[in-house]
């Protein structure tokens, strides 16, 4: 069986840091690898209008700002088939079929799904949502557009963040209940998580459980170097940390977070010359030592941000310069969207094909139906 990576994101702003280690470096080194026979990257735009049918060319913009964050970051289309999800009609009808396979109670009790109701502010209590709009029916049925997405491509792979597991975990009941009801068609994915803790879920800069367009508190792989800087230097740490000396704390104190995702021990040598001149060296050979010294006290926290800073304007750097040229050619960004979605189309329109006898619903093509026998 070949091996099949589907992964994606909403295009509802440009991606952040959060996208970057939560999946998108994986995709690239996942690409890089060899080891797969087939790579979707989709940009979810159907999926973003369930929850912003009211303004489309939000939508809209974003496309060509998240194919630029892809190809920015590495994605390279001679390895994968970047794709728009709209513009592959197959995924719909997908979507249709396997309403008829889960309950409303099931869909109600996914963890994934409640919680991203309630970060929205849906309330379909009619008593109180005078000022909150109720849940779109779309965006109730996500986890089964997602279901819809994976397996039209017969997916084997999907790499998301710790918070989509439940989806997948649905997605593999849906799978199951139509192999079992029709015929053993589908491909049951297995989820890809990030390998570190810290990369499951970066918090925003604000300390806040997760980073988020809409909170306001992203790093964003398109950030200059200069906003990069005024969002560190105002990140959470502890607050109890208020001289140099007090000890500190590690444990919820998101630049340690981010040290953790992002700090590689070439980093010590390579920035201590951004420390020259300052009254404390930074004579670090390991992030243990790093975290060893705050927890002491000794070490103060626009320290710990400036060697922070560094790391990540070395790691943007290269992709704010690819996507600096990318911008001077758009039309060649959407004809690479162009050719992906018509690779990804012919492979779905395959598998649907595929389904749709499985349920012996492709009348045309039936001789015995057609003679009625």
Request: aromatic residues 8%; negative net charge.
């Amino acid at each position: 069986m070949e091996k099949i990576i589907l992964t994606g994101d909403r295009p509802t702003g440009r991606l952040h840091l959060g996208h970057y280690v939560g999946s998108l470096r994986r995709r690239v080194e996942l690409q890089n690898s060899g080891e797969f026979d087939k790579i979707f990257i989709m940009i979810a735009d159907a999926q973003a209008l369930t929850d912003n049918a009211d303004n489309p060319e939000k939508v809209r913009q974003n496309i060509t700002q998240v194919a630029l964050d892809y190809l920015s970051a590495g994605l390279d289309p001679a390895k994968c088939n970047i794709f728009i999800q709209s513009m592959v009609p197959e995924l719909t009808e997908f979507t249709f079929y396997y309403m008829n396979l889960v309950t409303v109670q099931r869909v109600q009790r996914n963890p994934t799904v409640k919680q991203e109701i309630q970060m929205r502010g849906f309330n379909d209590d009619a008593e109180e949502n005078a000022n909150k709009k109720g849940t779109p029916v779309g965006f109730f049925c996500y986890p089964i557009s997602q279901a819809a997405d994976i397996t039209a491509f017969k997916a084997t792979t999907v790499p998301v963040g710790e918070d989509q597991a439940p989806m997948i975990e649905q997605c593999r009941e849906i799978v199951h209940k139509f192999n079992t009801t029709y015929a053993p068609v589908l491909v049951t994915p297995d989820i890809l998580l990030p390998d570190s803790q810290a990369c499951m879920r970066l918090p925003g800069t604000d300390g806040k459980a997760k980073m988020s367009k809409s909170l306001g508190n992203c790093i964003y792989l398109s950030d200059s170097a200069e906003e990069v800087w005024a969002k560190v230097k105002g990140m959470y740490t502890d607050p109890g940390h208020l001289q140099v000396s007090d000890p500190g704390k590690v444990e919820g104190n998101c630049v340690f977070t981010y040290l953790d995702a992002f700090c590689r021990p070439e980093h010590f040598e390579k920035f201590r010359s951004a420390f020259i001149g300052r009254k404390v060296s930074f004579e670090f050979n390991s992030l243990d030592e790093v975290k060893a010294q705050y927890r002491a006290g000794g070490l103060g926290d626009m320290m710990i941000k400036t060697f922070l800073n560094c790391i990540l304007n070395d790691i943007l750097d290269p992709i704010r310069a690819r996507r600096a040229e990318l911008e001077k050619d758009i039309p060649a960004v959407w004809e690479i969207l162009r050719k992906g979605t018509e690779a990804a189309q012919a492979a779905a329109a395959q598998t649907l094909r595929e389904v749709k006898q499985a349920m012996r619903i492709d009348y045309f093509n039936d001789a015995d139906l057609i003679a009625g026998k």
